[in-house]
């Protein structure tokens, strides 16, 4: 059974920075397509960045030139270097496969960022 741990998530003011780190464990992730997805209040989880096992990514517009989502296989991680921080970024940050999210979802970390 494959567990995600997230951490990195703390208050932070608008135009500051956060890394947030996905650990796996219980499955390699290397041939899996990462993605970090956020939550916030009364809305639903939406993808922001995903990266293909080959190190491609992709994201989405909101967060475009500011967000940096990378992978260390070997430590069977996946990062989030988030940038430029802005209100709307405040949500609960979770990691999973994508497109379909195939294993159970961790406790995710939140990223409260003041204005």
Known sequence: QVQL????GDLVQAGGSLRLSC???GRYISTSTMAWYRQAPGKQ????????SSGATVYTDSVKGRFSIS?????????????SLK????????????PSPLYEWGQGTQVTVSS
């Open 71 to 83: 992978r260390d296989d070997a430590k069977n991680t996946a990062y989030l270097q988030m940038n």
């Open 23 to 25: 650990v796996a464990s």
């Open 87 to 98: 209100p709307d970024d405040t949500a609960v940050y979770y990691c999973n496969t994508f």
């Open 45 to 52: 989880r939406l993808m922001v960045a995903f990266i293909r």
């Open 5 to 8: 741990v997230e951490s990195g």
